[in-house]
């Protein structure tokens, strides 16, 4: 794991829990203490946290915290890419999608390039990237202030760009979900968007990956009842698969692909018969 993506991860447990200790760090991204400290240290500097005897203590308002796109695609990028296997079978060609700009929802749009006939809108410029190189997919671009952090448009342009569309599908990252407060994220532009892409389509998709869950960002979205499907990896809590279950979303859980599971599951497969 590279130094940047464990002090993200870092900062994600500081921003739920507030304080933590070394050996939980140690025990949680498989590293000695010795490292744990050089990234302690490292955060401290940047005003991230206050060292402690023994751990350290947050220096983050826990609700509007972003990390930068780039942390993002390094962080849980195996299960972004399970996600978005599961999510390929949604789309279908002929669809008008909305592809918002997540990491994970480019890591779908990464599964479309060879598909027919299919209308793609997105306010994300890698996205729009990775799609000019499809002759089957026609990409439209929202325009408007370009996030530089996130690598994500929105503003007054976006809007007005999507005020005068209809969508088949719209598919959704999500930054904080939790089954009783419902969908949130650190940027309330983000969150306008969120809004008027879901009002356009007839179906809501969210993609989000396990460490999603529990959590509450400073700007609301909307309840989890606004989704019509959400995808996540197997890391998710059941309780939460359970919660949203009972709200009315179809929740589809992506498997991953790895030997190890394929293994397992095909002894669980044999015992059961």
């Known amino acids: 794991m590279l130094a940047e993506e464990r002090r993200f991860q870092i900062r994600e447990v500081l921003a739920t829990q507030r304080t933590v200790t070394a050996s939980d760090l140690c025990d949680r991204l498989k590293v000695t203490a010795a490292t744990i400290r050089r990234d302690l240290a490292v955060l401290e500097q940047e005003g991230v946290l206050v060292r402690s005897h023994g751990g350290a203590v947050s220096r983050m308002s826990s609700t509007n915290f972003q990390p930068s796109y780039g942390a993002l695609l390094r962080t849980r990028s195996e299960e972004k890419r399970q996600i978005a296997r599961a999510a390929e079978s949604l789309v279908l060609d002929g669809d008008t999608v909305f592809l918002e700009g997540s990491t994970t929802v480019f890591e779908l749009a990464r599964q479309l390039i060879h598909r027919h006939r299919l209308t793609v809108v997105t306010n994300s410029p890698t996205i729009v990237c990775e799609l000019q190189r499809s002759p089957g997919v026609t990409v439209l671009c929202t325009g408007g202030d370009l996030q ?10 976006t809007q007005r760009a999507l005020s005068e569309i209809r969508l088949d599908k719209a598919i959704l990252g999500i930054s904080a979900i939790d089954p009783a407060y419902g969908i949130s994220t650190a940027n309330h532009a983000e969150a306008q968007i969120k809004k008027m892409v879901s009002k356009a389509a007839k179906t809501r998709i969210a993609l989000a990956d396990h460490g999603k869950f529990g ?6 979205v909307g309840p989890i009842s606004d989704l019509n499907i959400l995808v996540t990896d197997s890391g998710t809590d059941s309780g939460y698969i359970k919660a949203l279950r009972d709200s009315g979303v179809q929740v589809i859980v992506a498997e991953s692909e790895s030997p190890a599971f394929r293994i397992a599951n095909q002894k669980q497969s044999s015992k059961k018969h």
């Open 148 to 157: 530089k952090d996130t690598f994500y448009l929105s503003g007054e342009w």
């Open 215 to 220: 959590m509450q960002c400073f700007a609301y």
